[in-house]
């Protein structure tokens, strides 16, 4: 979703803020521009369309300046146009660029008009333009005149603002959605993502709720929501600018599939170091887990899958009843809150502000037992958990979700493990069983990617139909529901999943010969079930397309296709599976002639409700 850079420095600084917009191209946007302040004016570009387009426009208005702003907008207030792009100006004075929704705008918009404000666009943003120039006249103290202007907002909020009467100072603020300061020599940097600013700096410090900051070019005032004077931890950032780059491959998704072997041994390195030790979740980690007595998992898209899947794990594994919530409904229903289940939010940005409201409404409801596993160091949700386990999946790019969802299987499955050590449920040799597991993972996932071609060939197939069924038992389940939401979010083909054995209970009216149904189908306890559920799509004159493991037994025969994934891997199968559906969502959008990366209307970090 919307994005933001800024820097102030002795040099031009638009070169790097139209880099870091490009760096933040991948969460999803309609629009971008930038405004600098030269010559005692402010500069202003702003473009509908990609950041390219803008960055062609400031090139042809020589645009440059030492302090500067730059956003890319994802549309929600007003439609996707110029003059609703950021930054939004006030009096030609004073400039800003705005993450989140502002609540309480429509409110202000009309109390700023009878103040004589002229507005020029449909934003909410505007509206913060206009008070904090209000309040600047008042101050003559662009830091005083932003602290004073956001204490009447209500919503989230990440604010960048300029202005041509203190140039030598950039001010930002955050509320509700992220924003960090990168450190430079003699310069400074903003940016509401670590990925904007890492060719200029590691260096950051995380703003925190309710922080305002005064950045100059050799110094930086922080003071915290009840304006005391706060001084913040200086972080340095492990995203390597390598992760950020496409190398040899086509699409972000399709290195990220690719690169799956690595971040699960990566993932898995530090669980195979500690053993199935509270301590991999954090040092409060033994306490919290001492009083658990259940396992609440609250997430949204794919998250929520990898959730699903570790429903199955912690009941059958560690023996602890489990539930798993779109974070998105539990917020707003009255929840029973059991003070003793652990509350567990599966993000992979750490910033989707319905797993986060979530969070905050677990807490309300009198819930203290809170972990979170991400893949964004520093990012919110981990921040306001008690415990965390980041995945080292290393930054993912593409919208859709590959390689951070088959991580986050990593962490609940050690999380499902070590409860069932405290619950007294784990036998030694289940113990050696899974970590023998863990290791062997990484070189089934990476047989796995060896089955591109096949799997490239169904895609063929997928590209002239409209609709698709996936189909899986038990623990592949949520796995089925994955490959569904892969190909429906990257390819547009419509894709349903469902329980094999629901079939005959509504969906299998749909089923004809122009229905094809993707079956997840390894050689668990459940395999003859769903083979009798197979028996019930061919004789309707459903074509199957099967993802068996080599102990499955399947043959190919007329509407009956088979891809065979290596030995079954036991308990971590749905792992193994997650790669062969992601590789078929991936191949059948190439079909198709989607924009992979950035499929329409979707955002990489959904920040707004
Ligand atoms: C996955 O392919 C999706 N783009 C989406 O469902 C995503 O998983 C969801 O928005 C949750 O994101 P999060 O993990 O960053 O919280």
Redesign the pocket.
């Known amino acids: 979703m919307c994005g933001i850079v800024g820097a102030i420095s002795p040099n031009n600084v638009v070169p790097l803020l139209v880099e870091g917009l490009k760096r933040l191209e991948y969460r999803g946007y309609d629009s971008a521009g930038v405004a600098v302040l030269a010559d005692d004016h402010i500069h202003r570009v702003r473009r509908v369309g990609r950041v390219v387009e803008m960055e062609n426009a400031a090139i042809a208005e020589k645009l440059t300046g030492n302090i500067g702003i730059g956003h890319t907008r994802w549309a929600t207030h007003g439609g996707v146009t110029e003059p609703n792009a950021h930054p939004h100006v006030s009096e030609d004075e004073l400039a800003i660029v705005h993450n989140g929704i502002i609540e309480n705008h429509e409110a202000q918009r009309q109390r700023l008009k009878a103040l004589g404000y002229k507005f020029t666009s449909q934003t909410d943003t505007e509206v913060i333009a206009h008070l904090v120039h209000h309040y600047f006249k008042q101050h003559a103290d662009l830091f005083k005149a932003t602290q004073q202007a956001v204490r009447e907002l209500t919503g989230a909020y990440a604010i960048a603002v300029i202005s041509l009467k203190q140039p030598d100072t950039l001010i930002c603020a955050r509320v509700g959605c992220p924003l960090l300061i990168g450190l430079g020599e003699g310069e400074n940097f903003i940016a509401s993502d670590v990925s904007a600013v890492l060719s200029a700096t590691r260096r950051v410090i995380f703003l925190e709720e309710g922080d305002v900051a005064e950045i100059k070019r050799d110094s930086i005032q922080i003071v915290d929501a009840i304006g005391a004077a706060v001084t913040r931890k200086v972080h340095v950032s492990d995203v390597s600018l390598a992760s950020l780059e496409l190398g040899p491959y086509n699409h972000f998704m399709q290195k990220e599939i690719h690169e799956q072997p690595k971040a699960l041994s990566d993932t898995i390195e530090q669980v195979l170091d500690a053993g199935f030790r509270p301590e991999l979740f954090g040092e409060d980690a033994e306490d919290v887990f001492a009083k658990v007595n259940a396992v609440q998992i609250l997430?949204?898209?794919?998250?929520f899958y990898a959730g699903s899947v570790a429903r199955y794990w912690v009941e059958a594994i560690s023996g602890l009843p489990c539930s798993v919530e779109v974070a998105s409904e539990y917020r707003y229903r009255d929840a029973v809150a059991n003070p003793n289940a652990l509350i567990v939010t599966?993000?992979?940005?750490g910033e989707?502000l319905d797993?986060m409201e979530a969070l905050k409404y677990a807490k309300s409801l009198g819930h203290d037992l809170t972990l979170s596993i991400c893949n964004v160091q520093e990012s919110a949700i981990p921040r306001a958990s008690r415990l965390v386990f980041y995945t080292r999946a290393g930054a993912e790019i593409g919208?859709?979700?590959t390689k951070?969802f088959t991580t986050q299987l990593i962490a609940l499955f050690t999380l499902a493990v070590t409860l069932a050590k405290r619950t007294g449920r784990l036998k030694v040799e289940k113990e050696v069983e899974y970590i023998e597991a863990l290791r062997h993972l990484p070189g089934s996932v990476q047989h796995a990617l060896n089955l591109e071609p096949q799997i490239k060939s169904w895609a063929e197939r997928f590209s002239n139909k409209e609709h698709a069924l996936f189909l899986g038992r038990g623990v592949h389940y949520p796995i089925a529901l994955e490959g569904a939401?892969?190909l429906k979010?990257i390819s547009y083909i419509h894709a349903e999943a469902y329980p094999a054995g629901e079939l005959k209970h509504g969906p299998l009216a749909l089923v004809d010969e122009k229905m094809p149904v993707v079956v997840i189908a390894p050689n668990d306890a459940l395999l003859e079930k769903v083979k009798s559920n197979m028996q019930e799509v061919r004789a309707r004159g459903g074509e199957l397309f099967v993802f068996a493991d080599l102990d499955s037994h399947f043959s190919e025969s007329d509407g009956v296709h088979v891809i065979r994934t290596p030995r079954h891997v036991g308990v971590l199968s749905p792992v193994l599976h997650a790669i062969p559906v992601q590789m078929l969502a991936y191949h059948a959008a190439l079909q198709k002639g989607t924009d992979v990366d950035k499929p329409r209307n979707?955002a990489k970090?959904?920040t707004v409700e």
């Open positions: 997430a949204c898209g794919t998250s599966i993000s992979q940005s989707t797993t919208v859709a979700s951070a939401l892969k979010e979707l970090s959904v």
